[in-house]
């Protein structure tokens, strides 16, 4: 299903994509929502899910937020009016979730952070303020008002005293009310407040974004695992100096030559987009691999399950090099020759997956290995069997 509407994707990324927003009629005719808002407010008492509650006008004050897990007493004590429940990743626990990010694959997947759902009730909202990222806010129920403001940065003036992020100023230049089935887009840091008009509920698409800092992190990281001692600031040829103190031009030179070689290098760069964008969002609930796992126990597995998917938790990705490609997923690599190029391919461009496929394109012993890791950290699972199993 083509979810832009009027637009084809062409005309999206180049005319809004990180650059304005842009309101999608109709962009799901008929959308029917996967929860009630009695079962996403059930998946809020469970420790595991990130939950939310924001009140516009709670007992410590404006913009009360708490986090979850909540009880049935939380629920009842709440006000008849501008309170917002908000439940991040639902994509990880329901696989029907996870599917509607297969819609928004016209852009790179290892990109996709999470489905966050929000349900508001009449006046329900969390305040005017912007984000570090895209989004793609989906109306699934009711009716949501969303007012569109100024573009902001780390100087935007925020209101002391709330803990949620909530601009003290807000420019308002557009106003619009969305309808079941209606999208809207947003880039990162435009200023946007969205108001339940009655009970709503959204669905929120949201992007990761790395930081210039979390990249150059994670690039430190790996020139630190390998690099050797024999690698050292240098100075041959140097000239005589009458102001020993002074660091010149020519040793910031040498630096940043130093430096720039480092990173200089598309496979480590490769490397450090692919481990870091594919990072489980919430490593400590991972599960515990299985203990032993071989090819010819999930040869097995293939033979009896026609139906594969990867995990809701999991995240894959690939690259490619003249000889070689490299496949991704939570935080590790796969070096494989290129002539498994198809599978890794096939794994990282899709979600669901035949096993006739799977079988056809694991001819080769390292391409076997690799679904079998899959398999052994179930990142890889058949959905006509009891996950763990």
Known sequence: MHILGHLTVEEFLRDYWQQKPVLIRNAWPDFEPLLSSSELAGLSLEEEIESRLVEEEGKDGPWTIRTGPFTEDDYRALPESKWTLLIQAVDHWIPEAADILEHFRFLPSWRIDDLMISYAVDGGS???HYDQYDVFLLQAEGQREWRIG?????DSPILKGPKIRVLQQFDETERWTLNPGDMLYLPPQLAHYG???GECMTYSIGFRAPSQAELAQAAMDDILASASEDQRYTDAGIRPTQTPGLIDQDAIGRLR????AAL???ERLQQVLGKLMTEAKYPEQLPEPRDEASWDELHDELNHYQQW?????ARFAYSQQDNQCCFFALGHSWSLPAGDLALVA???DNSQYETEVLQTLAASTTAQSLLTSLWQRHMLYSPETEFGD
Do not use: H, K
């Not at 100024?150 to 780390?154: I, L, R, T, Y």
């Open 150 to 154: 100024q573009m902001c940065s780390d």
């Open 195 to 197: 108001i339940a008009q």
């Open 309 to 313: 998917r990867r995990s809701e938790f």
């Open 257 to 260: 030559a130093l430096l720039t």
């Open 346 to 348: 096939y794994l990282a």
């Open 126 to 128: 969390v305040g005017p």
């Open 264 to 266: 200089n290098d598309d």
